[in-house]
């Protein structure tokens, strides 16, 4: 295997291939050499698992992943990489590329036909651009796979990772402790990847839980007290649910004090039980929908 991690190997690569980068697509390779490996390592990339990668790039990390999974599938948006891939992947056996948009893939399905009876896992450097709808879409879809790695931009994962009741945590942040556990594993430096991005990354896992943090009466209500709670971070609950909801602050204050929660708190405050406890008073006073 070429070594994808040197830069002038990798251009030699990418002028015989004739690629150029795509900004639309956010295409930023990684050439570090110890990123990759500390990614498929931590990204339970071992005997008897299957991975499903994200956006191959060259193929950099996919080589990690190889090297340690019994199968990789990658989802590869870029049709143009996949010559690139041809040539850099050819000495392994256990990989495929689907050349298709990671939004517009069954991943349920694609789980079942590609990996049947194997622990499942996500490894993935992620374009910034898309970051949060990717992983939305993955814990939206209760996959079967036990962890979700992937590079994201620093900031991102700052938020991604934030805990209920602190500064940082903000709508995307309570969405994913509902699904899921995560933890920042590692910093990356924007010297990492080619081309040289204007921010620095961080490596995150989300470990999936095996059921929702806090149980609710409709998902869908819950759902929506976050994403209206957070709509406008700086004012009151009392402010932020009359809004979003269309109801009057009688209604509104009724509503908080049948949840049990302070009209008065910002939605920074709240703790995953109080946007649960808001969400099933919510349901019971006023869903009126089957």
């Not at 060259?58 to 948006?77: N, P």
């Not at 990847?193 to 470990?207: E, G, K, N, Q, Y």
Request: hydrophobic share 45%.
């Amino acid at each position: 295997m070429e070594n994808l991690s040197n830069i002038g190997v990798v251009k030699d690569i990418l002028a015989r291939h004739g690629f150029s980068f795509s900004k639309g697509l956010g295409q930023n390779f990684l050439i570090n050499p110890t990123v990759c490996p500390k990614m498929a390592e931590q990204g339970n990339a071992q005997p008897g698992w299957g991975i499903i990668e994200i956006g191959a790039g060259f193929g950099v990390l996919t080589a990690q992943l190889a090297q340690r999974a019994d199968k990789v599938v990658c989802i590869e948006i870029d049709q143009r990489l996949l010559p690139i891939l041809a040539e850099t992947l050819e000495e392994f056996n256990n990989i495929k590329i689907i050349n298709q948009d990671v939004l517009k893939v069954d991943l349920n399905s694609l789980i079942a036909q590609e990996f049947p009876h194997m622990p499942v896992a996500i490894c993935a450097n992620l374009p910034y651009y898309i970051t949060s709808p990717i992983i939305m879409k993955i814990l939206e879809d209760r996959l079967p796979i036990t962890s979700l790695t992937v590079m994201v931009q620093k900031e991102a994962a700052q938020r991604i990772c934030a805990q209920p009741g602190t500064r940082e945590v903000g709508a995307v942040s309570i969405a994913v402790q509902y699904y899921a556990q995560p933890q920042i594993l590692f910093p990356v430096s924007r010297g990492s990847f080619m081309p040289s991005p204007d921010v620095d990354s961080a490596v995150i896992r989300l470990d999936i839980r095996p059921q929702p943090l806090v149980q609710v009466a409709k998902e869908e209500d819950f759902f929506r007290v976050v994403k209206g709670a957070f709509s406008q971070r700086r004012k009151t609950l009392s402010n932020t649910l009359s809004s979003s909801f269309g109801l009057s602050k009688a209604q509104t204050a009724r509503w908080l004090e049948e949840a049990g929660v302070s009209a008065s708190l910002r939605a920074e405050q709240l703790s995953m039980e109080q946007f649960a406890q808001i969400a099933n008073a919510y349901t019971a006073l006023y869903d009126t929908k089957e």
